[in-house]
């Protein structure tokens, strides 16, 4: 099911416009308007408007419960539900009855340098290398990387203008190897030597297809699934693992917490702090001996 079709529902356009002035993210609104569109589609033929918490609890207890969904899939699922009563009914549930679930505070994954090198190396896809490096080399999020504009790749400063979460913009660094492959890729794709193939009028580094004007995010994830299972990486492993990686390696590195907390976009260093557990260098304590 398209979401262009899905939007023909006034009240699912309610919702989508609502989010839309609250400058929520592309992946917010697409997540919520599936989430709504799986809950009208269980419930069709009775009245949506005269449902109770009663209701709901069998819905989410049949289709998330039972099926030992994340804690992150329930509460967005919750989320979705009650936002769309609050807009078209201003309607509130108890949230004694549904409440939100507790998220577990994960240390996050990462991956190792040696098999990040293998499966760059093994990679032919030049496209899909630029990815890889933007996450790891960079700390992008999936839906980051898919929404670099070509304008905003400053090579000379090593810097990169990156439009994350909230539509808040940063800069991130850029490394030599990075730059390397981007300008590869560019140039495989939009001509050499001011000889043009094509023009790109979006302004997107990656460009989707069917018109859409930049690659989805959904396929950057994808793609990594695909790698995960070649190399028979850990289930805990994911594409945002490498943005793990990123700031991990910053830090044992020597790097600064306050720069790190500029570059990957945190509201809060108490959200950036979660990155001294996993990037302290344990053989390099002061006062201890290792023999």
């Known amino acids: 099911m398209k979401i262009r079709r899905i939007k023909k529902d006034k009240r699912i356009q309610r919702v989508i416009e609502t989010l839309q002035m609250g400058a929520r993210s592309e992946k917010t609104i697409e997540n919520y308007v599936y989430a709504i569109y799986r809950f009208l589609t269980y419930f069709e033929g009775k009245d949506i408007s005269k449902l109770k918490e009663k209701d709901i609890i069998e819905y989410i207890q049949t289709t998330y419960l039972k099926r030992n969904c994340s804690v992150h899939t329930y509460n967005m699922n919750i989320s979705a539900i009650k936002y769309f009563y609050a807009i078209n009914w201003n309607k509130e549930f108890n949230p004694k009855l549904l409440p939100h679930a507790k998220l577990i505070k994960r240390l996050p994954t990462t991956i190792e340098k040696e098999m990040f090198l293998k499966i760059l190396n093994e990679e032919d896809n030049l496209r899909h290398k630029c990815w890889l490096l933007l996450a790891y080399c960079s700390g992008l999020r999936a839906n980051e990387v898919a929404t670099i504009k070509i304008k905003n790749i400053d090579a000379k400063e090593h810097k990169l203008k990156v439009l994350g979460k909230g539509k808040k913009e940063r800069y991130t660094y850029l490394p030599d190897i990075t730059i390397k492959y981007l300008r590869l890729y560019y140039k495989s794709e939009y001509g050499d030597k001011g000889y043009w193939t094509k023009i790109n009028k979006s302004g997107?580094?990656?460009?989707?297809?069917?018109?859409?004007?930049?690659?989805?995010?959904?396929?950057?994830?994808?793609?990594?699934?695909?790698?995960?299972?070649?190399?028979n990486l850990d289930e805990n492993i994911t594409f945002h693992s490498l943005r793990h990686s990123f700031a991990t390696n910053y830090l044992k590195a020597g790097g600064d917490t306050f720069a790190l907390k500029s570059m990957l976009g945190h509201s809060s260093l108490n959200t950036t702090s979660i990155y001294v557990h996993t990037g302290r260098d344990f053989n390099n304590l002061k006062g201890v001996k290792y023999e």
């Open 204 to 231: 997107y580094l990656f460009e989707g297809c069917q018109n859409s004007e930049h690659t989805n995010s959904g396929t950057i994830v994808n793609y990594f699934t695909l790698i995960k299972k070649k190399y």
